[in-house]
């Protein structure tokens, strides 16, 4: 056989990963800011051997504060990868601020964004009368008594497909059609957390439900306003973003 018609095997790897988002200016490379991508692609250039990083693909691009518990990344590459040794370094590099559950060669076709078919979210709010400094980086500090029942009953207008443009951030003329899949507000002790789960997000969508949600809770908004809050497809209809530090990518399907 003509070598030069020898086929070349790519390889494709697929990282699974949680960060503190404290710290960072979002997921997204970013050219004067320091930010998640920016760091692990760094790391990788370094474990690899590479004067230039290869090209990453991540399931969720997380806002500046955001945190991810189940964060997916891929990249290919024509070069063996030696799993172990890269599971190794980049928990020694990078931690403690990212740990890195898995490395792994998966399938040719894997993509960590376009593969996926789910993201989780969750979202805690503190909801006591004072502050607790051992949780302020995680969690939404909020005094006042929250109905949660309410709150469920505001986000079940949310379930399915819908135009969601009154609860995202504009992006350049993209959809802002998405299918909800799941959405319950729950307690676990002194926190009132959301768990939230589409096939995806558009910019600052979950923040923005958990901004209405408090309204709702608190008894400022009636849960049954929601399908015109979706209805007029109008930020200003809606009650803008809560904090980022409340928020965690938890956990995303393939």
Same mark, same amino acid.
């Given at each position: 056989?003509?070598?030069?018609?020898?086929?070349?095997?790519?390889?494709?790897?697929?990282?699974?990963?949680?960060?503190?988002?404290?710290?960072?200016?979002?997921?997204?490379?970013?050219?004067?800011?320091?930010?998640?991508?920016?760091?692990?692609?760094?790391?990788?250039?370094?474990?690899?051997?590479?004067?230039?990083?290869?090209?990453?693909?991540?399931?969720?691009?997380?806002?500046?504060?955001?945190?991810?518990?189940?964060?997916?990344?891929?990249?290919?590459?024509?070069?063996?990868?030696?799993?172990?040794?890269?599971?190794?370094?980049?928990?020694?590099?990078?931690?403690?601020?990212?740990?890195? *559950?898995?490395?792994?060669?998966?399938?040719?076709?894997?993509?960590?964004?376009?593969?996926?078919?789910?993201?989780?979210?969750?979202?805690?709010?503190?909801?006591?009368?004072?502050?607790?400094?051992?949780?302020?980086?995680?969690?939404?500090?909020?005094?006042?008594?929250?109905?949660?029942?309410?709150?469920?009953?505001?986000?079940?207008?949310?379930?399915?497909? *819908?135009?969601?443009?009154?609860?995202?951030?504009?992006?350049?003329?993209?959809?802002?059609?998405?299918?909800?899949?799941?959405?319950?507000?729950?307690?676990?002790?002194?926190?009132?957390?959301?768990?939230?789960?589409?096939?995806?997000?558009?910019?600052?969508?979950?923040?923005?439900?958990?901004?209405?949600?408090?309204?709702?809770?608190?008894?400022?908004?009636?849960?049954?306003?929601?399908?015109?809050?979706?209805?007029?497809?109008?930020?200003?209809?809606?009650?803008?973003?809560?904090?980022? *530090?409340?928020?965690?990518?938890?956990?995303?399907?393939?």
């Amino acid at each position: 056989m003509d070598p030069r018609r020898r086929r070349v095997r790519i390889g494709v790897y697929r990282l699974d990963l949680g960060y503190d988002g404290s710290l960072f200016s979002g997921y997204a490379r970013q050219v004067k800011a320091r930010t998640v991508q920016g760091e692990l692609e760094r790391a990788l250039a370094t474990v690899l051997s590479r004067r230039e990083p290869p090209a990453t693909s991540v399931a969720g691009r997380t806002d500046a504060g955001v945190h991810a518990r189940g964060q997916v990344v891929s990249f290919a590459t024509l070069e063996p990868v030696n799993t172990d040794r890269v599971y190794k370094s980049l928990n020694t590099m990078l931690g403690p601020e990212m740990v890195f *559950h898995s490395v792994a060669e998966v399938g040719g076709d894997f993509d960590a964004r376009l593969s996926a078919i789910w993201r989780s979210y969750r979202y805690r709010i503190l909801n006591q009368p004072r502050h607790d400094p051992f949780r302020n980086a995680f969690t939404y500090w909020f005094a006042e008594p929250l109905d949660t029942d309410a709150m469920n009953r505001g986000i079940s207008h949310l379930i399915g497909p *819908h135009d969601y443009a009154s609860l995202c951030r504009a992006r350049g003329g993209k959809t802002t059609d998405r299918e909800i899949y799941a959405a319950e507000w729950g307690t676990d002790g002194d926190e009132t957390v959301l768990s939230i789960t589409a096939r995806a997000f558009c910019h600052q969508m979950v923040r923005s439900i958990v901004a209405m949600s408090v309204d709702i809770g608190r008894g400022r908004l009636d849960p049954d306003s929601v399908p015109a809050i979706i209805e007029a497809k109008d930020r200003n209809a809606a009650s803008g973003t809560a904090p980022p *530090h409340g928020l965690v990518l938890w956990e995303v399907g393939y």
